[in-house]
């Protein structure tokens, strides 16, 4: 039982415990705080009600897909047509659990599934950066990661449906950018971890993306294109990746 308690404490810690993974957590969470009460705020003025924006935090959980949500509802798009295109934009999270899944294989299948589910472009990107820094992770602190993240976007997203009723017009405040300007902050956030010759891989990489977007932008409608450009986009990434 010594040993048993002694392992224990030595985890706590450790920069691989659960609590470790919480406070990794904490620089990020001002940006869940901001685009979950803008995700809230943005589907109750697309009519969406509150308990819906707190059941698509909870079981969806992804922004990107949650504001494209709230502006097929507000287009009167078909069922299918939301299921479909929430499905395409979050594809992107097979390849982040794939590309972690190799450093969880001493775990077993269900805790491998429950990091997976729980993992999100803010959490893949701290642990990108233990990664890059030839840092060891474990289950627990990624549990600790990913937990910390997902009870604070739930909150957010209800925070921000119950402040949405008394805002009619989110874009007055600017709202509607809320998740670009998150993304552009987590690109500058990994650029001094990049490597001059990547970051140039990179840069030539966004050039195709826009590129191609505005060229698929004259024979299918804008969303559509954003989509399509990005899955070219990234296959190519991956593809011409050293």
Same mark, same amino acid.
């Given at each position: 039982?010594?040993?048993?308690?002694?392992?224990?404490?030595?985890?706590?810690?450790?920069?691989?415990? @659960?609590?470790?993974?919480?406070?990794?957590? &904490?620089?990020? /969470? *001002?940006?869940?705080?901001?685009? +979950? #009460? !803008?995700? $809230?705020?943005?589907?109750?003025?697309?009519?969406?009600?509150?308990?819906?924006?707190?059941?698509?935090?909870?079981?969806?959980?992804?922004?990107?897909?949650?504001?494209?949500?709230?502006?097929?509802?507000?287009?009167?798009?078909?069922?299918?047509?939301?299921?479909?295109?929430?499905?395409?934009?979050?594809?992107?999270?097979?390849?982040?659990?794939?590309?972690?899944?190799?450093?969880?294989?001493? @775990?077993?299948?269900?805790?491998?599934?429950? &990091?997976?589910? /729980? *993992?999100?472009?803010?959490?893949? +990107? #701290? !642990?990108? $950066?233990?990664?890059?820094?030839?840092?060891?992770?474990?289950?627990?602190?990624?549990?600790?990661?990913?937990?910390?993240?997902?009870?604070?976007?739930?909150?957010?997203?209800?925070?921000?449906?119950?402040?949405?009723?008394?805002?009619?017009?989110?874009?007055?405040?600017?709202?509607?950018?809320?998740?670009?300007?998150?993304?552009?902050?987590?690109?500058?956030?990994?650029?001094?971890?990049?490597?001059?010759?990547?970051?140039?891989?990179?840069?030539?990489?966004?050039?195709?993306?826009?590129?191609?977007?505005?060229?698929?932008?004259?024979?299918?409608?804008?969303?559509?294109?954003?989509?399509?450009?990005?899955?070219?986009?990234?296959?190519?990434?991956?593809?011409?990746?050293?």
């Amino acid at each position: 039982m010594a040993n048993v308690h002694e392992s224990i404490e030595a985890e706590e810690k450790s920069d691989k415990s @659960f609590r470790q993974g919480v406070k990794d957590c &904490i620089p990020t /969470l *001002l940006g869940y705080i901001s685009i +979950g #009460v !803008a995700a $809230g705020v943005v589907g109750v003025a697309a009519g969406i009600s509150a308990l819906e924006v707190v059941l698509l935090a909870v079981l969806v959980y992804a922004g990107s897909a949650q504001f494209i949500f709230a502006a097929l509802v507000l287009d009167g798009s078909p069922a299918a047509a939301i299921i479909l295109t929430t499905f395409i934009v979050n594809l992107r999270h097979f390849l982040m659990s794939a590309t972690l899944a190799p450093h969880f294989t001493q @775990f077993s299948v269900w805790r491998n599934i429950g &990091i997976g589910i /729980l *993992l999100t472009d803010e959490t893949f +990107g #701290v !642990a990108s $950066g233990k990664l890059q820094q030839k840092q060891q992770m474990s289950a627990s602190w990624m549990n600790g990661l990913n937990i910390t993240a997902y009870l604070c976007w739930i909150a957010s997203c209800a925070a921000g449906a119950i402040f949405g009723n008394w805002l009619s017009d989110p874009e007055v405040f600017g709202l509607d950018f809320a998740l670009p300007a998150m993304f552009i902050a987590l690109l500058v956030l990994q650029l001094d971890a990049i490597e001059s010759a990547k970051i140039k891989h990179y840069l030539r990489l966004i050039v195709c993306v826009v590129l191609l977007m505005i060229g698929f932008s004259f024979v299918v409608s804008s969303h559509i294109a954003v989509l399509l450009a990005t899955i070219i986009g990234a296959t190519i990434g991956v593809v011409t990746e050293k």
